[in-house]
């Protein structure tokens, strides 16, 4: 059974940081990628974040240059930095894996990310 925990999220001021984390289990095909989502409250769900792997990382435009996504060698955990935090951040946080062949998709709880003063 595939399982993606998240954490890290949290409420922060505007201009903060915070540190997502989001952890796989139960993946016994190779990872294709991983990933970060977010959906805010009456929007639709968008990327964030994703990194192809032996391939190239790519981020949404209204986060490039303040976050930053990781994971680590053994490809299980996949991470977001996300520094200088504005209020159009907030939502609600998803780690997304892709993985096997044909390709599927598992998506964590989800994380709320809160910025407010």
């Known amino acids: 059974q595939v399982q993606l925990v998240e954490s890290g999220g949290g409420l922060v001021q505007p201009g903060g940081s915070l540190r997502l984390s989001c952890a796989a289990s139960?993946?016994?095909?190779?990872?294709?990628?991983m990933g970060w989502y977010r959906q805010a409250p009456g929007k639709q769900r968008d990327l964030v974040a994703i990194?192809?792997?032996?391939?190239?990382?790519n981020y949404a435009d209204s986060v490039k240059g303040r976050f930053t996504i990781s994971r680590d060698n053994a490809k299980t955990k996949v991470f977001l930095q996300m520094n200088g935090l504005q209020y159009e951040d907030t939502a609600v946080y998803y780690c997304?894996?892709?993985?096997?062949?044909?390709?599927?998709?598992?998506w964590g709880q989800g994380t709320q990310v809160t910025v407010s003063s």
């Open positions: 997304n894996v892709q993985w096997g062949a044909p390709l599927r998709t598992s």
């Open positions: 139960g993946i016994n095909s190779s990872i294709r990628k």
């Open positions: 990194i192809t792997i032996g391939g190239p990382i």
